[in-house]
């Protein structure tokens, strides 16, 4: 492995105007890395890979480097790319092991993270860098929003993560607060009044977007959040149809190869997928079959409706009268993209939306409401990871500019409330023994 790494690292042209860096949404400074890399300064090299990108760890594991870093190399011109995601991975993995910095000093301030997803983390990773208080809220019992629940173990294994919680957050003071809703028996209201003097909305996109068809609600019928959450929950039979072919959609057509589907096929309105050609062509490794110019217009129990689609003349796709067809399978995933769920936003008072139901945000992450920020899915709808982060470092700046302008928040209604002494039980049981 560090042999291969170094092969990569020593191809690199150390370009004068990096193209790679220029590539990467969040302009990590590949030539200088990899140089440290060769010069023996590993440490050094890690160090700058997570105060630039603190999910370093994932996005050289998940990014689209294809139209990324290693789309824009000089090299790919006339040869392969440098593969910077193989470098990054192996510094990152390595430096993480020696990451057990305690929190910083506090600064006495507190914010509240709504999301433990990229954004959210991200958002919290930095903001605890200068010393404040960070509680993350978040729906589901583990972090990684989408990067847990939405991409495969294959793609992401969970352990990468799992570190993640322990580096970054166990060992920064950050706090978890799992199975929390907020929208629900807590609002925005009640985070305000707790102390917190900034809140920052990173809630993920987890209300599937529907096809609005018959048939949608039988029993062999799933959406991709869903199945990618908990695959092993469904029992889908052996011919699969994934209708949609985006990144998600190939996750879902690979997972469900991988639990024991021995046909899977993808549907796709026209002759060009909307995944990336990586994924793709993964997914055509592993021997998923992909359906052509053909709209969805039925779910069966025994199948599903197809027709030929065309362009009508406002340039909508639309069926061809009398070419629809069943085409049999057992089970079916619906993969076309996912909404915001509105129930935080129906219980925050003054905060504007989009039509699409997303947060109404400025480029710094200000939303209507003094003091709620917002970045990545929840305001500009879905993006990758290195977006997400990108966006969310200059969102976590703009809330820490906001907070040191505000005076130091009152910790509590009762200050001059005495402490009750407490009984040690254990300890006055060894004292009677």
């Not at 993270?113 to 990229?118: C, H, L």
């Not at 989408?146 to 570190?163: Q, T």
């Not at 939306?353 to 710094?364: E, F, M, N, P």
């Not at 929840?378 to 820490?400: I, Y």
Request: with cysteine.
């Amino acid at each position: 492995m560090a042999l291969h790494v170094m092969e990569e690292a020593n191809r690199c042209l150390q370009c004068k105007k990096p193209r790679c860096q220029e590539g990467c949404p969040i302009h990590t400074n590949i030539p200088q890395v990899i140089r440290l890399l060769k010069e023996g300064k590993l440490n050094d090299a890690g160090w700058m890979l997570f105060e630039n990108n603190p999910l370093t760890t994932v996005c050289s594991l998940v990014c689209n480097h294809e139209n990324q870093c290693e789309g824009h190399c000089v090299r790919g011109i006339k040869e392969a790319p440098v593969h910077f995601s193989i470098i990054e991975s192996y510094i990152s993995t390595t430096y993480a092991n020696q990451m057990v910095k305690g929190p910083a000093p506090s600064n006495g301030r507190k914010a509240a993270v709504i999301g433990a997803g990229p954004a959210g983390l991200t958002v919290a990773i930095i903001l605890a860098r200068y010393g404040y208080g960070v509680t993350i809220f978040d729906s589901r019992d583990k972090i990684g929003g989408v990067m847990r629940y939405g991409i495969p173990d294959f793609r992401l294994p969970d352990s990468v993560l799992d570190d993640m919680a322990y580096r970054h957050l166990e060992l920064k003071g950050i706090r978890f607060r799992p199975n929390t809703y907020i929208g629900s028996a807590i609002t925005i209201d009640d985070l305000f009044r707790d102390g917190y003097q900034s809140v920052f909305v990173g809630a993920g996109l987890w209300k599937p977007r529907k096809l609005n068809i018959r048939g949608e609600s039988l029993g062999h019928v799933t959406y991709a959040i869903n199945y990618l959450a908990s695959p092993a929950a469904f029992r889908l039979g052996e011919r699969i149809m994934v209708i949609g072919t985006g990144n998600s959609a190939m996750d879902c057509a690979r997972t469900a190869i991988r639990h024991g589907a021995r046909y899977v096929s993808c549907v796709n309105l026209t002759d060009t997928l909307t995944a990336s050609q990586y994924e793709s062509s993964y997914a055509k490794l592993e021997g998923v079959d992909f359906i052509y110019n053909k709209c969805t217009l039925e779910i069966r129990e025994d199948g599903v409706i197809l027709a030929d689609s065309q362009k009508d003349e406002n340039g909508r796709i639309v069926p061809i009268p009398g070419t629809e067809k069943l085409y049999p399978c057992t089970g079916v995933i619906v993969a076309v993209s996912q909404g915001a769920e509105s129930n935080l936003i129906a219980s925050t008072k003054d905060i504007d939306t989009s039509k699409s139901g997303l947060l109404s945000v400025d480029a710094d992450g200000h939303t209507s409401r003094p003091g709620v920020f917002a970045a990545g899915d929840a305001a500009s709808g879905a993006r990758t990871v290195v977006e997400a982060v990108a966006n969310s470092k200059r969102v976590a700046e703009a809330m820490h500019e906001y907070m040191q302008s505000l005076p130091l928040p009152v910790t509590t209604d009762y200050p001059n409330a005495p402490i009750v002494e407490t009984i040690d039980a254990a300890a006055q049981a060894e004292q009677m023994l």
